[in-house]
């Protein structure tokens, strides 16, 4: 136990160190990686992939994946847009009605993982691939643009030097931490990701538990669709295309395992903030969209990897 202990420590301790050395990096390849302005619109642009992947978080811990998080978030871009503009509902009315879809796809999410039995992969695929297309229907395939000032303000706004964004995402990290780490509920999504019958057997509800975690998933999605469509005033069919591998890449480099039961929210923060210098870092380099994606995707085999390797060692 002391062994594993360590291990937990020195593993988070080494993600913030990754991230020292990119910054040192990028710093060196491009001075302006590190000026006041640059870091601030790195954490702009992360808040919707950081306020994402904490209901990613929950999803993993339980040992499965959530690939509709993307279609999730356009889904909303769009709803949202559609309420406001076209149907000329009240701002706040509908921001309401876009969390509350987007937290009963997450419901819909576990109806059919939890009660029909589908597996959480080809399930969320199923809803990513249906919402696209319901969103695509909704707008025509056409922006929609014209929303009120006050709108602006939750992608846009500022509380003194610091954006909104980066505090509602401050502020969902702060609750994912605290829902993991102070609540029965948080206990419950590790005893479930751990050893899904032992948690059964010791009284836990499994399928709740379930059900609760593509629930809060959904929510945290739509959050994040609502500030990204503030910040871009536009509502797009393919405003957050591959966002889910994105966010996926953050929780799973923030070192919460695939196979479920151990992660924290902190790690999930220094792999947030990873990407979002990894992403900045190579465009103030020139590096294009492909190599990007290249770089991306290499760096989650090997988090995934690493923590494969890590499992095995723990069974031997």
Request: aromatic fraction near 10%; charged fraction near 10%; hydrophobic fraction near 55%.
């Amino acid at each position: 136990m002391k062994e594993n202990k360590l291990g937990n420590i020195i593993k988070s301790q080494a993600i913030w160190v990754v991230f020292i050395v990119l910054c040192v990096g990028f710093t060196i390849a491009n001075p302006r990686f590190i000026t006041a302005t640059n870091l601030l619109i790195m954490l702009r642009q992360v808040a919707v992939w950081g306020i994402a992947s904490v209901g990613m978080t929950f999803v993993i811990l339980l040992g499965d994946i959530d690939l509709a998080t993307g279609s999730v978030i356009t889904f909303v871009n769009v709803l949202c847009s559609y309420l406001m503009v076209h149907m000329g509902v009240p701002m706040a009315l509908a921001i309401i009605i876009t969390l509350a879809a987007s937290t009963l796809i997450g419901i819909l999410n576990g109806f059919m993982v939890s009660t029909i039995g589908i597996p959480a992969l080809i399930a969320t695929f199923a809803t990513q691939t249906a919402f696209s297309g319901i969103a695509l229907i909704i707008c025509d395939g056409q922006p929609i643009n014209g929303f009120t000032e006050s709108f602006k303000v939750f992608g846009q706004g500022k509380v003194g030097p610091v954006p909104v964004p980066v505090i509602i995402m401050i502020i969902c990290f702060a609750l994912g931490a605290f829902i993991l780490n102070k609540t029965y509920f948080g206990r419950y999504f590790y005893a479930v990701g751990g050893n899904i019958e032992a948690a059964r057997l010791s009284g836990i509800r499994t399928g709740r538990v379930k059900y609760l975690v593509f629930a809060l998933s959904g929510f945290f999605a739509g959050l994040a669709g609502l500030v990204l469509l503030s910040r871009v005033n536009s509502g797009m069919g393919n405003a957050s295309l591959g966002y889910e591998f994105k966010v996926i890449t953050c929780v799973v480099l923030g070192g919460v395992s695939v196979s479920g039961g151990s992660g924290r929210m902190s790690g999930v923060v220094a792999g947030t903030f990873i990407i979002s210098a990894l992403n900045n870092g190579m465009v103030l380099i020139n590096l294009n969209s492909w190599v990007q994606n290249i770089v991306l995707g290499i760096v989650l085999v090997l988090a995934v990897g690493f923590d494969c390797y890590q499992k095995k060692r723990q069974a031997n």
